[in-house]
């Protein structure tokens, strides 16, 4: 059991290139979620993912856009990477549709030039 | 909109004594409580969460409290270890059925 994954771990962009973050799990779980981390900072929902085929917007969506390509994999899409932008992305998964324990992948550590 | 407050933003403590992390929250409907540990480099874990029919939860030398009335909750680590050394965030559920709200996380230093 791997529970969540991402790909890459860390990534290095200049301002205007576009890349893919990677989320799978093999935790059966329902809901997905991205998350972004600032250095001292908490965590802030970029977009969610309540059951497979849907997806809406979190706290801070702009620039960039998700796919929940099906059950197991959620995925983050940045078009025109900014510097603003440079954070730990956090995937996460939980099981039910109520409230339930997140778990979270190992993060990805993004920097953009 | 929905928020949750938490204090200190800092807290440094001897080892073996208590910790207490607070939490406000601003949504009368929020019914589900975590608290996230997260350690240097790493990745948030839960450590214990409460929902709102119960105002007392303990494992271990962890418990977390819960004041409806208050809009309030807290964490309580007895008997602090090295290894409670951490960012501990708090959580409350949101409008959503989906989503948390985070607040912004408490550093815990134990001192030896």
């Known amino acids: 059991n791997a529970g969540v994954t991402q790909t890459p771990k860390f990534q290095v962009l200049k301002t205007g290139q576009s890349m893919t973050l990677q989320c799978a799990q093999d935790m059966n779980h329902n809901s997905m979620y991205w998350y972004r981390q600032d250095p001292g900072m908490g965590l802030r929902l970029i977009y969610y993912?309540?059951?497979?085929?849907?997806?809406d917007k979190g706290e801070v969506p702009n620039g960039y856009n998700v796919s929940r390509l099906n059950k197991r994999e959620f995925s983050l899409r940045l078009e025109s990477a900014a510097p603003s932008q440079t954070s730990v992305y956090f995937c996460?998964?939980?099981?039910?549709?109520?409230?339930?324990?997140?778990?979270f992948g190992p993060g990805t550590r993004l920097t953009v030039l | 909109g929905e928020n949750v407050e938490q204090h200190p933003s800092t807290l440094s403590v001897q080892e073996g004594d208590s910790a207490v992390i607070k939490c406000t929250y601003s949504?009368?409907?929020?019914?589900?409580f975590p608290w996230y540990k997260q350690e240097l480099g790493k990745r948030p874990q839960l450590i214990i969460d409460?929902?709102?029919n119960v105002g007392e939860k303990k494992d271990q030398r962890i418990a977390v409290t819960l004041n409806k009335t208050a809009k309030h909750f807290s964490l309580h680590i007895t008997e602090t270890q090295p290894e409670d050394s951490a960012v501990y965030f708090c959580?409350?559920?949101?409008?959503?059925?989906?989503?948390?709200?985070w607040g912004a996380g408490t550093k815990l230093i134990i001192k030896p």
């Open positions: 993912s309540a059951s497979e085929g849907t997806t």
């Open positions: 959580a409350a559920s949101g409008v959503s059925n989906y989503q948390l709200i």
């Open positions: 409460i929902r709102s």
């Open positions: 996460a998964g939980t099981s039910s549709s109520s409230y339930n324990e997140q778990f």
């Open positions: 949504d009368s409907a929020s019914n589900y």
